[in-house]
């Protein structure tokens, strides 16, 4: 089975612009979890979706956001960034319950 | 929210050696995971204990949980290069893991 995919690897944006990320899961999974990873703060939960309802959300503001379609592809839009938004952007997917298999997730610079 | 804090935070050891890290939580849980990270790449799954399991083992690794205490360990024996990675503990109360801030592991051939 093909893994996670997530796209762009790598991104750079300017303060204020808004910016979307992609996640196409392993096939079958239904779950699809987004992860922010910075040096300082760690890995923080962003939303889960499953069957395209927001199932979880973190405590990110509500620039954050994210929708997941049919086909369980998610995706992840960041409005109006800022510099304290550079980071690892990781999507998860799973099984009902199962543990997570993460992308490579993508690389976004704020500027 | 709850969230794994894993101890020691950085580890350096000779090639087959063993490396333990340590993992505390806060509240209870359904079950807690270890993954492994390698630079700049996602999480990869290493293994899940339930809340009602003390030991678990896969290969070279070895898992303790002891809810007690809240606390759980990794062990890796007779490590290699290729362990060489962040090591994440993560903590699943129902809804979300909560992921601990990560153990550096340098394995030295």
């Known amino acids: 089975k093909a893994g996670v995919t997530q796209t762009p690897r790598y991104l750079i944006k300017t303060r204020g612009q808004q910016v979307t990320l992609s996640c196409s899961p392993i096939?079958?999974?239904?779950?699809v979890s987004w992860y922010q990873q910075t040096p300082g703060q760690g890995l923080q939960f962003l939303f889960e979706?499953?069957?395209?309802?927001?199932?979880n959300k973190g405590n990110f503001p509500g620039r954050f956001s994210g929708r997941q379609f049919s086909n369980s592809r998610s995706e992840m839009n960041v409005s109006t960034l800022e510099l304290g938004d550079s980071a690892l952007y990781l999507c998860?997917?799973?099984?009902?319950?199962?543990?997570?298999?993460f992308g490579n997730g993508t690389r976004l610079t704020v500027t | 929210s709850q969230q794994g804090e894993e101890d020691p935070q950085a580890l350096s050891i000779q090639e087959g050696e063993n490396a333990t890290m340590n993992c505390s939580y806060k509240?209870?849980?359904?079950?807690l995971q270890w993954y492994r990270q390698n630079s700049g790449r996602g999480l990869v799954h290493l293994i899940l204990?339930?809340?009602?399991?003390r030991e678990k083992h896969s290969g070279r690794l070895r898992v303790t949980l002891d809810t007690s205490k809240k606390s759980s360990s990794l062990l890796i024996t007779a490590s290699r290069a290729a362990d060489t990675a962040s090591y994440f503990c993560?903590?699943?109360?129902?809804?979300?893991?909560?992921f601990g801030k990560g153990n550096q592991v340098v394995v030295i051939p």
């Open positions: 096939s079958g999974h239904r779950s």
């Open positions: 204990i339930r809340s009602n399991e």
């Open positions: 979706y499953f069957s395209e309802t927001q199932r």
């Open positions: 509240t209870s849980i359904n079950n």
């Open positions: 993560a903590t699943d109360a129902g809804g979300r893991l909560a």
């Open positions: 998860a997917s799973s099984l009902e319950a199962g543990p997570l298999h």
